[in-house]
């Protein structure tokens, strides 16, 4: 008697499983043909681009998004300074790098504003250190990058009080207002 009761369970239960597996399969590819639907309406909606379109979006896309990547991890370390130095240092070097291989005119104010912008942090380290000749250096390097960008005043403390309000809106505190504390 007990041997009945378990055989139509296995078969209900292997019914069951059956029927989910089905389920989850149609399920699947229902869904994806509905967000693949879906996707091309909406594309449809917004225009769509192609070829070199496509590829000049994805390539400004990408160089802010590296910019971006480059800023982060160098504003993240600011406070140690073991890492600022190496981050920022790499930041500089990153966006130099991505400066030269950029051939897109609309993006190079950009990477120029955040190259200056790191030339400015670094050059304020450097001060800390009491490297003078190489503070003077990276801030002559940024106010040359914000001429070239038409600023009208790019003086050292014009620069400085730029580059902390960077910081300032990354909530984090720059080495000279740290050591007045």
């Known amino acids: 008697m007990v041997g009945m009761i378990k055989r139509p369970?296995?078969?209900?239960?292997i019914v069951a499983l059956v029927i989910l597996a089905s389920g989850t399969l149609v399920g699947s590819k229902l869904g994806s043909k509905i967000a693949q639907y879906w996707d091309s309406r909406q594309r449809q909606k917004q225009g769509t681009l192609h070829g070199p379109e496509w590829a000049h979006v994805e390539s400004t896309l990408s160089e802010l998004s590296a910019i971006q990547t480059l800023q982060l991890l160098a504003v993240t370390t600011h406070n140690d300074k073991s890492?600022?130095?190496k981050y920022l240092l790499n930041e500089i070097e990153g966006l130099e790098n991505l400066k030269r291989r950029s051939g897109d005119v609309e993006i190079r104010p950009v990477i120029d504003i955040y190259l200056g912008l790191a030339y400015v942090d670094?050059?304020?380290a450097e001060e800390q250190v009491k490297n003078k000749e190489l503070a003077t250096k990276y801030m002559n390097s940024a106010q040359s990058l914000f001429r070239s960008l038409g600023w009208?005043?790019?003086?050292?403390?014009?620069?400085?009080?730029?580059?902390?309000?960077?910081?300032d809106r990354w909530n984090v505190q720059s080495q000279t207002s740290q050591d007045g504390k």
């Open 9 to 13: 369970i296995g078969v209900w239960f």
């Open 83 to 85: 890492l600022a130095k």
């Open 122 to 124: 670094a050059s304020m």
């Open 152 to 167: 009208h005043d790019y003086s050292e403390e014009k620069l400085k009080m730029v580059a902390r309000r960077e910081l």
